[in-house]
């Protein structure tokens, strides 16, 4: 009996790339493409790619992906976004292993790109982040406001095709995305309550920068490795510093009352 697949795709100014992405999972029963408050073209684009569009309002990324899948109705569920393109050859096991009814969820690896390159290295290959498919009773994310993560009840397998992940159209997408998650990251280190102080922040970088260039041998990656290594650098060293900031203010405002 075949089973019930709906995909969504969280969005937002994603003109460039959203055609491109909702026909990579015109396989799928359905593609809902969530949308965050797009100014652009993306839900006319989406709309035309064959794509049912939803608004919906961001309350960070956990709280927003877990609000998206409570609207689908549907036995199994499939995530992309909308920077990313499901291959032929993923689709094709994504449906056999749905099919074979011996796990809840499925991950696959990316094939990431920056700076038109394929990255072998920098800790971006091999690269899985949370399941491309999973069984909507069997999971739900975590809160966090960023970096969120899916909890599953049940078996999960790695398959073996991957997808296709154009992160960024540009450096400065990219540098700006960084601030963008560092910000998000300092709010989710105040959340859970701990104490960040100035070094703490310069250790955090430094051993970010020594993690993606050397221990994950970013050098090999060339140019776009040592961008990689940089961004994620400055962008750990921001997220620490901002929360030592936050902190800094609490405490004043503490004190006055």
Request: charged share 30%; hydrophobic share 40%; net charge positive.
């Amino acid at each position: 009996m075949k089973k019930s697949i709906v995909a969504y795709v969280m969005a937002k100014n994603e003109e460039e790339r959203i055609e491109s992405c909702v026909r990579s999972l015109d396989w799928c029963d359905a593609v809902i493409v969530a949308d965050t408050g797009s100014l652009d073209q993306t839900k006319r684009i989406a709309e035309a790619a064959g794509a049912n569009v939803v608004d919906i309002e961001f309350k960070g990324f956990g709280k927003t992906r877990n609000s998206i899948i409570d609207l689908i109705d549907a036995e199994w569920i499939v995530c992309f976004d909308a920077d990313e393109q499901c291959t032929k050859e993923l689709a094709l096991e994504i449906q056999r292993e749905i099919s074979s009814e011996n796990f809840v969820a499925l991950k696959a690896p990316r094939k990431n790109f920056l700076l038109r390159k394929e990255i072998l290295h920098s800790g971006w290959n091999p690269d899985y982040r949370h399941p491309v498919a999973f069984k909507k009773n069997c999971a739900r994310y975590n809160e966090n406001e960023v970096h969120e993560g899916l909890i599953i009840q049940g078996k999960e397998k790695k398959l073996k095709s991957k997808f296709l992940h154009h992160s960024f159209k540009n450096l400065g997408e990219y540098i700006s995305k960084s601030i963008k998650y560092s910000e998000l990251g300092a709010y989710e280190l105040i959340k859970k309550k701990k104490r960040v102080g100035l070094n703490t922040a310069l250790l955090h970088g430094f051993s970010r920068f020594f993690r993606h260039y050397f221990f994950k041998l970013g050098f090999l990656d060339g140019w776009a490795g040592l961008v990689i290594a940089s961004t994620s650098s400055y962008g750990t060293f921001m997220k620490y510093s901002r929360a030592h900031e936050l902190q800094e203010e609490q405490g004043k405002n503490i004190s006055k009352v």
